[in-house]
């Protein structure tokens, strides 16, 4: 990546980051997420996370499948967030990686609409 005009933050092992990965289009990333895409160590990512996306990660990057689907067997979300917790312990730099915008839920948008 070209030098940026600014610093972006470092990864440190043991963390765990939370980033959008926006409505799909690679190009639509933010630059923390790709900052976070190239220094995480495992990628825990959701079903609507693009393959485009997903190459951007280091060749050494894990990914873990931890997507959800209506009608379909899913981990449910403590059993994700317990995985995290776990990656994180072992000194691994984690990021969960959701489609769309990590902090706007379906269940917040039931909410709105009521």
């Keep these: 990546m ?3 005009p600014f610093d972006l933050p470092k990864f440190e092992p043991g963390w765990v980051w939370l980033a959008g990965a926006g409505p799909g289009d690679v190009g639509l990333l933010t630059l923390h997420a790709l ?14 996370v693009g393959k485009g996306i997903l190459e951007l ?6 990914l873990e499948y931890a997507g959800k689907r209506g009608g379909k067997p899913s ?15 072992q000194g691994k730099r984690v990021l969960r990686l959701k489609g769309g915008d990590p902090l ?3 269940e917040g948008v039931k909410k709105l609409c009521v």
Excluded: G, H, P, W
């Design 2 to 4: 070209q030098s940026l």
């Design 35 to 48: 900052n976070a895409l190239r220094q995480a160590d495992v990628v825990v990512y959701d079903a609507l």
């Design 57 to 62: 990660v280091s060749t050494d990057c894990e």
């Design 75 to 89: 981990a449910k979300q403590k059993d994700i967030s317990l995985r995290l917790v776990e990656l994180a312990e």
């Design 104 to 106: 706007f839920s379906a």
